[in-house]
């Protein structure tokens, strides 16, 4: 029987579905990549998988997908890894100097200026020359834990979304593109389920050991993928619309069909 390809992302936050997975009996069913989220998106839509862990930024550019599990990265309020950090306040930015792994973060910081904060900041790519200005550097994933103490000011980007939508965010969710059957289906879920209620077994990497990985996981991460979440999904692709960087729309639809 071939193999069902996998691609998740490489961050701690994803650690509770990939233990599921290790513990269930049907692991050997599936190949499992470990990628950077631009990675995941770009195996799914070359056909190097089967299924990804997919940001929701990259979800515009499908024209067809399925989300095949009722389980994701997301948050509802502070996310404490997806970040602009500064030495001087929000409102004294001038740049934002975008993160390179990706896509999604960058369009939410660029909604969250254009609809709540209105700096007009300017947004600049990771590797570009940037102006002498006060810069903000946006940081993703388990970097954010190193960066928590070398800038005076952070600005969370789930708990901005928060204030300006009151829904949670969606980061990223388990998409295909071609129907995955209702077995596979439930595979995973039920991985899923039972590696984030084992949080306390979870194998932690001793280099985050200064981390408190399981409050983080616990309490900064939500998985389980709702109505709630789903209406801030379609609200953040209707945003990115309206920013004009991509020409490509979609809309939410019930787990499993189409978009």
Known sequence: MRKIGLAAVKYLNTLPMLHGLKHSPHS???????????????????????????????????????????????????????SIYSDQPLEELKVVRLYSESRSSNLLARILDQKLWKLGLQFIGPDDDGPDL??????????????????????????AWMKLTGLPFLFACWVSIKPVDDDIRDILDNAFSFGIADLENLDLPQSQIHVDLHHYLKHHIRYRIDAKTLDGMTKFINYV????????NATQTPFGQSV
């Open 241 to 248: 619309g309206d920013l004009d960087v991509s020409s490509h």
């Open 28 to 82: 050997g069913r599936f190949d499992l990549h470990l990628e950077d989220p631009a990675e995941c998106a770009r195996m799914l839509l070359e056909g190097e998988v089967d299924i990804a862990l997919c940001p929701v930024g990259a979800l515009i550019d499908i024209a067809g997908y399925h989300i095949v599990s009722q389980y994701g990265i997301a948050c509802k309020g502070p996310v404490r890894t997806v």
């Open 134 to 159: 006060p810069t903000g550097h946006l940081v993703i994933g388990d970097a954010c834990f190193d960066r928590e103490t070398e800038f005076q000011h952070i600005t969370d980007l789930g708990d």
